[in-house]
């Protein structure tokens, strides 16, 4: 069973930066999908951004050019660079694995609030 942990939220200013990390244990395929989802308050949760096994990325055009998403593979980590914050920003941002584009793992989600 694979168990993510996120880390690295907190509390910035309008134009700051945060770095998210999530570590996943246990035994995880090697043909997964690692990804950054968000749900801010009274919304759907969304896809902020995701990156295959061979580096192919994917990002919601709101955060695209501000947010970097990478991963180290060989220590099942994900990390989301969060730059030029914005008060819509605000949401708890959740960890997702998706192995073989079936099985899904997620994390318990860390808060990220940027104030203006």
């Known amino acids: 069973q694979v168990q993510l942990v996120e880390s690295g939220g907190g509390l910035v200013q309008v134009g700051g930066s945060l770095r998210l990390s999530c570590a996943a244990s246990?035994?995880?395929?090697?043909?997964?999908?690692m990804g950054w989802y968000r749900r801010a308050p009274g919304k759907q949760r969304e896809l902020v951004a995701q990156?295959?096994?061979?580096?192919?990325?994917t990002y919601a055009d709101s955060v695209r050019g501000r947010f970097t998403i990478s991963r180290d593979s060989a220590k099942n980590s994900v990390f989301l660079q969060m730059n030029s914050l914005k008060p819509e920003d605000t949401s708890v941002y959740y960890c997702?694995?998706?192995?073989?584009?079936?099985?899904?793992?997620w994390g318990q989600g860390t808060q990220v609030t940027v104030s203006s």
């Open positions: 997702k694995v998706t192995e073989r584009g079936v099985w899904e793992s």
């Open positions: 246990g035994s995880i395929d090697s043909l997964n999908v």
């Open positions: 990156i295959s096994a061979d580096g192919r990325t």
